[in-house]
């Protein structure tokens, strides 16, 4: 894993509280137009974090290793790169959906430092459609080997979603 992901993803973690809701698998394993926006789970949310230049936000557990997605970028660049980890052998793809938008990531995978799977990275311009309708939403699911994990804010951090977003163009 580079060090600066795995600093940013266990920095921005341990400085709040996460959320995730976990559905079960879709027969089709496809997203749905028409699904319910996801609530927020006990335990996990999105932290964000900004300073000069680099802007991160990460969906998972407060002060753990328990960490499920993140997006780092720099100021005004309009691109950010996706993080997530994945069970060893996973596919290196990530595939982000919201709201009935989808975008399939080709990633680059390394060992995570964090557990015994891999850290997969991809990147991605700000205005994806996806990266939008979360954006507008204030949720964004990750999909794995058919499975789909959706994570939505607690109300008092749904507002650092459009703060990073700002932050990066």
Known sequence: M????????????????????????SPAAEPSAGAAAP?????????????????????GAAESDDLKLGFECRRGSGRLEVLSLAPKGAKAEIVLESGGETARLPARSEPSQLDDGVLLTAGSAT?????????RLGW?????????EAYAPHPGSAADIERFFAFCG
Do not use: I, M
Request: hydrophobic share 50%; glycine share 4%.
């Open 2 to 25: 580079r060090p600066r992901a795995l600093f940013a993803l266990t920095a921005v973690a341990a400085s709040a509280a996460a959320c995730a809701t976990v559905q079960p698998p």
């Open 127 to 135: 205005a994806a459609p996806v990266l939008q309708r979360f954006r």
């Open 140 to 148: 964004v699911a990750l999909w794995r080997d058919g499975d789909r």
């Open 39 to 59: 609530a927020p789970v006990e335990g996990r949310d999105w932290f964000h974090h900004a300073d000069a230049d680099a802007g991160r936000l990460v969906y």
